[in-house]
């Protein structure tokens, strides 16, 4: 599947700007559990720790982090649900 490059083309968007550990991860969970298979969540987060924590649950759920990209506000994740 080709990653999309504009947030418009996420399948749905989670706004973690000003939560911190572990709510993004959290919540995270949350959103991808009520998307389907190959589907793509687009996550916006300042922490610092949500690029750690983010690829290590990714790696753990067996969901494929497509992109980390730095932004202006933070961090964007672009995780694709595999199960």
Not at 4 to 15: F, R
Not at 37 to 55: C, F, M, Q, R, S
Not at 63 to 74: F, M, P, Q
Request: hydrophobic share 40%.
């Amino acid at each position: 599947m080709e990653v999309p490059q504009k947030p418009e083309m996420a399948h749905m968007t989670l706004d973690c700007i000003g939560l911190y550990c572990p709510t993004p991860v959290l919540k995270t969970r949350e959103e991808i559990d009520k998307l389907s298979v190959g589907d793509i969540l687009e996550v916006l987060a300042d922490d610092p720790a949500a690029k750690e924590d983010i690829k290590a649950w990714a790696k753990r759920t067996g969901h494929k982090l497509l992109s980390i990209e730095k932004t202006n506000d933070g961090i964007r994740f672009l995780i694709q649900k595999m199960k």
